[in-house]
């Protein structure tokens, strides 16, 4: 983290696997680096841009303690809130809407983006033209509904080392009251998240587990919901025998932390999520909001390069691509 700007700039598309053994000769401190990276998105720690782990080592110098978030009493929570202002405004605006639309592909002639071809519930295909189309799927998905060759060679390239990430094998478990910590015998009242850990030995699960206590509206009357997510490969997503053995061990998990687990249980949900994750612990180059080779055809989510990190890259990447059409 010490390193001049123009060092770590130069380890931008340079994978931790090819200096992580000079950072932490210690194979205990070099293990416990790689899982701390898998925390912020690849299943493949060891192909994560060492440039972008050493900037979040950067990030929090000199500033407040993290501490975990509130969202307050809100009448809507979470990310639902964000989807309901955003409905709102395009409305107001003379918007169209389509929910249930899936894209099958988006049109180019000639060099140029000129709508998409989708169809809804049922497998008519409908032609929607437009001068721009806006694509926020998953980088690594992008040539799924656009031909590869549109692009330059070294795009193409880039897009395709960002398959790694993979998706989520996740579970949700819901408590009619706090449960009780088997270490303390209190209930669990922590707001944040933790780091996913497995088993007695305690390995890193590759993801995430948080309560929604950190919303009230979300968890009334001391009810809770916990959530676990484990970020996996494409190839454990397909495997029912490996997904089912990463439910069996968030379930584990929770009968291991609280003493009254099963008595306070209401119900448990397990799923996958194929979308993944774009976070930016990729060493590929990150692809630009203004997609190269097609024009008209812009591209937003946290894989973009638009000097940010994960959600913040997500965010930003919009207002881009909203100056980029507008200036045009």
């Known amino acids: 983290a010490a390193l001049p700007d123009a060092e770590v700039e130069a380890l931008a598309q340079v994978p931790l696997r090819q200096v992580v053994a000079a950072w932490a000769p210690d194979a205990r ?45 809100n009448p809507i929570g979470g990310v639902r809130a964000l989807v309901h202002a955003l409905r709102a405004a395009v409305e107001e605006a003379g918007v169209e809407l389509r929910t249930g639309c899936e894209v099958d592909q988006i049109a ?90 497995i088993g007695p030995e305690s390995g890193f699960g590759g993801g995430l587990l948080w309560s929604s206590l950190h919303s009230p509206r979300n968890a009334p009357g001391d009810a809770c919901v916990l959530q676990a997510m484990r970020l996996s ?42 979308e993944g994750s774009e976070y930016m612990v990729s060493a590929a180059r990150r692809p630009p909001v203004e997609a190269p080779g097609v024009r008209g055809l812009y591209l937003v989510g946290e894989t973009t390069d638009v000097g940010a990190v994960q959600m913040d890259a997500a965010a930003l990447s919009a207002l881009r691509c909203a100056e980029l059409v507008l200036g045009d």
């Not at 299943?43 to 500033?63: M, Q, T, V, W």
């Open 108 to 197: 180019v002639e000639a060099g140029r983006g000129h709508g998409v071809l989708a169809h809804g519930p049922g497998p008519w295909q409908e032609r929607i033209a437009a001068p721009v189309v806006v694509c926020n799927a998953p980088v690594w998905q992008l040539f799924r509904i656009v031909a590869p060759a549109h692009f330059p060679a070294d795009f193409v390239a880039d897009v395709r080392a960002w398959s790694v990430v993979g998706g989520v094998i996740a579970s949700a478990f819901a408590f009619d009251r706090l449960p009780r910590l088997r270490e303390t015998g209190e209930p669990d009242r922590f707001l944040g998240w933790t780091r996913l850990l």
């Open 29 to 73: 401190v070099r293990a416990a680096f790689l899982r701390n990276v898998m925390v912020f998105g690849t299943y493949d720690p060891e192909s994560a841009s060492a440039a972008e782990c050493i900037r979040l080592r950067r990030r929090k110098a000199g500033g407040p303690t993290p501490r975990p978030e509130c969202a307050g009493a």
């Open 233 to 274: 490969p494409e190839a454990d997503l397909a495997d029912a025998a490996r997904v089912e053995s990463v439910h069996d061990s968030f379930r584990r998990v929770v009968e291991e932390v609280y003493a009254d687990a099963s008595e306070r249980l209401l119900w448990s949900r397990s799923w996958i999520c194929r």
